[in-house]
T-cell receptor
């Protein structure tokens, strides 16, 4: 049973516009959430995280929103750039050391 | 700092063969992880080690064993490889801080089992 779901396998956005990537989870015990970016033939790299005590966290062009009642988080990238084209994974943790990842969304930013 | 290193980068095995995937980190992190990535399945946790001397099963541990050799090294062993274990394997270590926790990933090992 997939506890962390990314229902959109792919997304295309024009350069300069907003990219919104979504993630849903089923385990109400999750209290820490992260987003990772992955380029082909490389390992994932950390982007941004949010604790369940917050509903928003910003870092430059990246903002993560958490809606605990809906068990939903989203990553906003504004403005989108061609270098943002990659696969994005959300991940969640209920136990301090154990992280569960979603299936990923491939973002393509069109120049 | 090399970060997280994995060897080998590529490997082809025949069904039934065994092999060990090596992982090392030089960031003095306590926790280390093994994931596999398959198309449409995302990253799935195989095993993790919260600290030196401990290991725990993740989501998909069957067919694998791990050893936390010391604080730096965490190896993954396939005793009898099966075609279903064809995948890309990623090792990671965890940096913890007051502000946030972050996993650092290695470049991956692409394994094909024929």
């Amino acid at each position: 049973d997939q506890q962390v779901k990314q229902n959109s396998p792919s997304l295309s956005v024009q350069e300069g516009r907003i990219s919104i990537l979504n993630c849903d989870y089923t385990n109400s015990m999750f209290d820490y959430f992260l987003w990772y970016k992955k380029y082909p033939a490389e390992g994932p790299t950390f982007l941004i995280s949010i604790s369940s005590i917050k509903d928003k966290n910003e870092d430059g062009r990246f903002t993560v929103f958490l809606n605990k009642s809906a068990k939903h988080l989203s990553l906003h990238i504004v403005p989108s750039q061609p270098g943002d084209s990659a696969v994005y994974f959300c991940a969640a943790s209920a136990e301090f050391y154990k992280y569960i990842f979603g299936t990923g969304t491939r973002l393509k930013v069109l120049a | 700092n090399a970060g997280v290193t994995q060897t080998p980068k590529f490997q082809v095995l025949k069904t039934g063969q065994s092999m060990t995937l090596q992982c090392a980190q030089d960031m003095n992190h306590n926790s280390m992880y093994w994931y596999r990535q398959d198309p449409g399945m995302g990253l799935r946790l195989i095993y993790y080690s919260a600290s030196e001397g401990t290991t725990d099963k993740g989501e998909v541990p069957n067919g694998y064993n791990v050893s936390r050799l010391n604080k730096r090294e965490f190896s993954l062993r396939l005793e009898s490889a099966a075609p279903s274990q064809t995948s890309v394997y990623f090792c990671a270590s965890l940096q913890t801080s007051v502000l946030y926790n972050e996993q650092f990933f290695g470049p991956g090992t692409r394994l094909t089992v024929l």
